[in-house]
């Protein structure tokens, strides 16, 4: 009894320095909590034989944001009905027809909307969870540059591979080909800029966002950080995922659209010397 | 005497750019919400084209935050 009071005041007493410690004003220095945060170095290596896997905060971020929206992916497509629909299987409704009808708005139509709609939506909400994962002091993903060049990287194919899918080889070249031949050039080089633009908005804000909240930190260390860290972590990750999904939307309609233009001219250049004839 | 003028340059780079474009996205928005009031049957599509362009004048005041970020951390 005695010896079980004892553990327990040293152990509170522990308890309460580090407290104090963590919410003291100006306890901690910016600089090297930041400089330490920039650190992308493995915290652990995974050896499977002689081959050794490095794991980085991201990556662990990465697998648990996969593993949250698998379960979130199973929950929403249980009980699936046609009629006296369940609140859940609304709110799948309505994700899907907002994703339908921005990608319609973009000049696709509903069957070029709906196969591109799984990619762009779980792009999107990838990356929301990825970056609203913060909120429970995990890295955010996005904070590591690797993690949104790959992302945009991987937004860049997806591009590519619909323009060629939906419109076919010839279609995808007409796209390249919009307005003159001659500035074919220019709309290849527009496939080096996107994915960097991509890559630096998702980092620049998130890694700000970050910085931003760990000097909220250092000066008032209560209450403060935790509602601002909703609006950062939670509402901006939520914003920059939408854009991302929106812009590769947009390109993806870009493409349809181009293509669609080139095949009016090319009609209009037929009817032209039709009419010569 | 060096680690100072690399602060000053962070803070001009982010303090110009971010001026300018916060402008920039002040009379954009302006205008389109002019344009909204005179024709509320657009509005939607004045909307979409609008969060676009905020997009992209939004994309270069975080080059310039990441350039600053750059500079302060990396000399």
Same mark, same amino acid.
Request: no cysteine; hydrophobic share 50%; glycine share 6%.
């Given at each position: 009894?005695?010896? +079980?009071?004892?553990v327990l005041s040293g152990f509170s007493r522990i308890f309460f320095n580090r407290l104090w410690e963590h919410l003291k004003p100006g306890g901690r220095d910016l600089g090297e909590t930041i400089r330490?945060? /920039?650190?992308?170095?493995?915290?652990?290596?995974? &050896?499977?034989g002689k081959l050794s896997i490095p794991v980085t905060g991201a990556m662990v971020s990465l697998v648990v944001s996969a593993l949250i929206l698998i379960v979130l992916g199973v929950w929403l497509r249980r009980g699936l009905r046609k009629h006296k629909i369940s609140g859940k299987q609304a709110l799948a409704e309505k994700l899907y027809l907002v994703v339908i009808n921005l990608s319609e708005s973009f000049g696709m139509n509903r069957r070029q909307a709906e196969t591109v709609l799984p990619w762009t939506l779980t792009l999107g909400l990838y990356i929301f969870v990825s970056n609203a994962i913060a909120v429970v002091q995990l890295p955010a993903a996005a904070m590591n540059p690797a993690v949104p060049f790959s992302l945009a990287l991987f *937004?860049? *194919? #997806?591009?590519?591979?619909? +323009?060629? &899918? #939906?419109? +076919? #080889?010839?279609?995808?070249?007409?796209?390249?080909?919009?307005?003159?031949?001659g500035l074919l050039p220019f709309n290849l080089l527009d496939y080096l800029i996107k994915p960097v633009s991509l890559a630096l908005r998702l980092f620049g804000n998130v890694f700000g966002g970050f910085i931003l909240? !760990?000097?909220?930190?250092t000066v008032v260390p209560l209450i403060f950080p935790s509602i601002l860290g909703l609006w950062f972590d939670v509402a901006a990750g939520l914003l920059q995922a939408v854009i991302f999904m929106y812009l590769t939307t947009s390109y993806i309609g870009e493409v349809v659209e181009k293509?669609?233009?080139?095949?009016?001219? /090319? *009609? !209009?250049?037929? !009817? #032209?010397?039709?009419e010569k004839v | 005497m060096e680690k100072s003028l690399v602060a000053l340059a962070a803070a001009l780079a982010i303090g110009a750019v971010g001026s300018i474009a916060a402008y920039a996205i002040s009379k954009m928005a302006g205008k389109a919400f002019d344009s909204m009031a005179r024709q509320p049957e657009v509005a939607s599509r004045v909307q979409t084209s609008l969060t676009i362009a905020i997009v992209f004048i939004e994309t270069c005041a975080i080059y310039a935050l990441v350039v600053s970020l750059l500079l302060v951390f990396v000399f």
């Open positions: 009894m005695v010896v +079980g009071k004892a330490s945060s /920039i650190d992308f170095s493995p915290i652990w290596t995974i &050896r499977v *937004a860049v *194919a #997806l591009i590519i591979v619909m +323009g060629i &899918r #939906l419109l +076919g #080889l010839k279609g995808f070249w007409y796209s390249l080909i919009d307005p003159i031949p909240l !760990q000097f909220v930190k293509s669609n233009n080139t095949l009016e001219r /090319i *009609a !209009q250049k037929r !009817q #032209l010397s039709e | -």
